[in-house]
T-cell receptor, first 114, second 111 residues
Framework: KAGVTQTPRYLIKTRGQQVTLSCSPI?????VSWYQQTPGQGLQFLFE???????NKGNFPGRFSGRQFSNSRSEMNVSTLELGDSALYLC?????????????FGEGSRLTVL | GENVEQHPSTLSVQEGDSAVIKCTYS??????FPWYKQELGKGPQLIID?????GEKKDQRIAVTLNKTAKHFSLHITETQPEDSAVYFC??????????FGKGTRLSVIA
C-alpha cells in the first residue's frame, strides 16, 4: 500500500510569492491534515479536510489556505510569502475524521523563503 | 485551548539504558495521547498511543503511562538501541479536535 505522497519535496521562493503544495493520501483515507514544522515551534496544526470539507482550522493567517478534491488529494496554498513561512510542511492522512486515530505522515515539503 | 509541554528537549543515553520523556497537558477533557517518532528526513510515525480510560500501555520495549489527575503522561523506552535515536513527539486531543503536539525531544542513543 503506497504511503502519503507530498510534492514537491523541496522548493525555494522569494518573499511576496505564493506556493502550492500537494498531498496524496493513502488510498481509502478521506481525512487529510496539514502541519507546519519549525525548529522552534514543533508541529503546529494548519487545517484538516474530510470528504472535501474543512473540519478544523489552526491559528494561522488567511494567507494559508487549503482544499481537498473528490479523490481525497489535498493542496495547501500560501500567498504573499514571508521569511517566517520557511518550514517543513507535513501532510497526514487518516481513515477517521478528526485526530483520534493514527495519522500517517508524508515526508514533507521543505519550503525556504528568501 | 490545549497546551502540551514536553521535557526534556534533548536526551542522551547509553545503549542499553532506559529513556523517559515526559509531557503535561492543560485541558482535562483531552482523552487521546499518542507518541510519534520522527527519524531524519522522514515524517513522524505513530509508535504508541493511550486513551484516558487506561493508565498504562506496553508494546515490547516501549511503554506509556498516563496520570489523568496530574495531567501528565510519559514515554518509557527500555534497553535502548542506536535505532531508537530520533525526535519523539507527544500529543493530546479530545473528541474530533486536532492533535496538539509537544515541541519534541531529540533522543540520542550512544553505542
Amino acid at each position: 500500500k503506497a504511503g502519503v505522497t507530498q510534492t514537491p519535496r523541496y522548493l525555494i521562493k522569494t518573499r511576496g510569492q505564493q506556493v502550492t503544495l500537494s498531498c496524496s493520501p493513502i488510498s481509502g483515507h478521506r481525512s487529510v491534515s496539514w502541519y507546519q514544522q519549525t525548529p522552534g515551534q514543533g508541529l503546529q496544526f494548519l487545517f484538516e479536510y474530510f470528504s472535501e470539507t474543512q473540519r478544523n482550522k489552526g491559528n494561522f493567517p488567511g494567507r494559508f489556505s487549503g482544499r481537498q478534491f473528490s479523490n481525497s488529494r489535498s493542496e495547501m496554498n500560501v500567498s504573499t510569502l514571508e521569511l517566517g513561512d520557511s518550514a517543513l510542511y507535513l501532510c497526514a492522512s487518516s481513515s477517521r475524521e478528526g485526530n483520534t486515530g493514527e495519522l500517517f505522515f508524508g515526508e514533507g515539503s521543505r519550503l525556504t523563503v528568501l | 485551548g490545549e497546551n502540551v509541554e514536553q521535557h526534556p528537549s534533548t536526551l542522551s543515553v547509553q545503549e542499553g539504558d532506559s529513556a523517559v520523556i515526559k509531557c503535561t497537558y492543560s485541558d482535562s477533557a483531552s482523552n487521546y495521547f499518542p507518541w510519534y517518532k520522527q527519524e531524519l528526513g522522514k515524517g513522524p510515525q505513530l509508535i504508541i498511543d493511550i486513551r484516558s480510560n487506561v493508565g498504562e500501555k506496553k508494546d515490547q520495549r516501549i511503554a506509556v503511562t498516563l496520570n489523568k489527575t496530574a495531567k501528565h503522561f510519559s514515554l518509557h523506552i527500555t534497553e535502548t538501541q542506536p535505532e531508537d535515536s530520533a525526535v519523539y513527539f507527544c500529543a493530546a486531543s479530545k473528541g474530533n479536535t486536532p492533535l496538539v503536539f509537544g515541541k519534541g525531544t531529540r533522543l540520542s542513543v550512544i553505542a
